[in-house]
Nanobody, 129 residues
Framework: VQLQASGGGLVQSGGSLRLSCAAS????????IGWFRQAPGKEREGVAC????????YYTDSVKGRFTISRDKAKNTVYLQMNNLKPEDTAVYHC???????????????????????WGKGTQVTVSS
């Protein structure tokens, strides 16, 4: 069971990147998938997630309106489209399969990585000003 994040790189402020989270050994659509990032000297934060049953999505406030998470079942891949990138988006981005999701009514309010979640090698995103 492996996850691999890819698609990072160096872009200028305002640019775009699309990150991919590919799985081998298990179907990604069995799990809620989340993207996390960690910048130097900062705590890891959950950026976006997508539920496997409802398809509901969640974005942390700082990326709302700029990032979009999506699934491609045929490719067993989850994407994070990142537009209008800012220097503060600079971080190593990881994806995780299997999340602990907190709900309010039918909306996701936050999420964390489940204790036994698959966790892939990250991809570096660097946004220059």
């Amino acid at each position: 069971v492996q996850l691999q994040a890819s698609g990072g790189g160096l872009v200028q402020s305002g640019g775009s990147l699309r990150l991919s989270c590919a799985a081998s050994g298990f179907p990604l659509d069995y799990y809620a998938i989340g993207w996390f990032r960690q910048a130097p000297g900062k705590e890891r934060e959950g950026v976006a997630c997508i539920d496997n049953i409802s398809g509901s999505t969640y974005y942390t406030d700082s990326v709302k309106g700029r990032f979009t998470i999506s699934r491609d079942k045929a490719k067993n891949t989850v994407y994070l489209q990142m537009n209008n990138l800012k220097p503060e988006d600079t971080a190593v981005y990881h994806c995780a399969a299997d999340l602990d999701i907190n709900w309010s009514d039918s909306s996701i309010i936050n999420f964390t990585r489940a204790p036994d979640a698959a966790w892939g090698k990250g991809t570096q995103v660097t946004v220059s000003s």
